[in-house]
């Protein structure tokens, strides 16, 4: 009598709009998610190591826009439109990304069928992103439910661009509960990545802040006459494009910084010295860099009755 009462202690507990994020919430009802997770992510950068960085940025893009719930997942319909095809995501985050999503959430199913939500699969994966390709690992705080709605006009203002102002981006990243160092430091993400030329083609054409043999380089794949080259890619960090270290940093301290907002985070302002500090102290910026995501998933996440379990991560159930 006593186990049937704490069971349903805690199954009273689990199902409140108050429930809380645990890294053991799984414990017991998908045991083996971890390792799921970790395998399909595993396969996928083993073919293509940007989808690392693009799960990456899947889970910042969830987060920025009513917490992290897994709406941007969803696809649109005759009479919905979803955040797929705002302006940061509709290039940004590849048809391959959400196929990624899909094939976790089939083995998922596989393990413990209606137990996972695709907002605590996004969550793993992007942590399982940067392990793999150097960075560090950290306990993922799990037990997010999925929305039944998503934000078009969220997306489009939410998530800060690449020409954003050092104030914008510490704005932005107020507005969501997270400081101007814990912004540096998920900025970080771009040591692994690509991005557009029509990203960056105002920056190395007419940014005086660059590298001069740098913005060179850079032109030769991107010209100027916008709608030529619009999607030629150029890693966001030339240096180790596919390894998640902090070389990110040093660049920007040489004034090669891809995006108008990464040199932002180095010219003259107030971050300058916490970039000063990530470009020399590796360690400090991977253990930064794995609390800010920690505190990024907290971004009001839907528990307990909240929300659903999506069968499928593109349909509302």
């Not at 940004?92 to 094939?103: A, G, M, N, P």
């Not at 939500?117 to 993922?140: F, K, Q, Y």
């Amino acid at each position: 009598m006593a186990l049937l009462a704490l069971v349903a202690i805690l199954f009273c507990l689990g199902t409140s709009t108050n429930a809380q994020l645990s890294t053991s919430y799984y414990s017991y009802t998908c045991p083996n998610l971890s390792s799921t997770v970790q395998s399909v992510v595993q396969s996928a950068i083993s073919q293509d190591a940007r989808v690392g960085a693009t799960l990456v940025r899947l889970f910042y893009h969830d987060c920025f826009v009513n917490g992290c719930d897994g709406s941007i997942l969803l696809d649109d319909t005759s009479t919905f439109t979803g955040e797929k095809t705002a302006g940061p995501n509709k290039d940004s985050l590849t048809t391959k990304v959400f196929q990624v999503v899909d094939d976790i959430k089939t083995a998922a199913e596989n393990a413990c069928s209606g137990v996972v939500s695709c907002a605590d699969i996004v969550a793993l994966a992007a942590m399982d992103s940067v392990s793999i390709l150097g960075g560090p690992s950290w306990d993922v705080k799990l037990g997010r439910r999925d929305s039944t709605t998503a934000s078009f006009s969220g997306a489009n203002s939410n998530i800060p661009g690449p020409s954003s102002s050092l104030q914008n981006l510490i704005s932005s990243f107020n507005s969501q509960g997270l400081s101007a160092n814990e912004m540096v430091a998920l900025s970080g993400a771009h040591t692994i990545g690509q991005a557009r030329c029509t990203t960056f083609r105002s920056r190395i054409y007419s940014d005086t802040n660059i590298y001069g043999s740098f913005a060179s380089q850079l032109q030769s794949n991107c010209p100027s006459t916008s709608g030529s080259g619009d999607d030629n890619l150029s890693p966001l960090d030339v240096q180790t494009p596919t390894r998640f270290d902090n070389n990110y940093y040093k660049n920007l301290q040489k004034f090669e910084g891809l995006l108008h907002s990464d040199q932002e985070l180095y010219n003259n302002g107030s971050t300058d010295s916490l970039v000063a500090t990530y470009s020399s102290d590796a360690s400090t910026f991977s253990s930064d860099f794995a609390a800010a995501m920690i505190k990024l998933g907290d971004i009001n996440p839907l528990t307990g009755s909240l929300g659903e379990i999506r069968k499928n991560c593109r349909v509302v159930n």
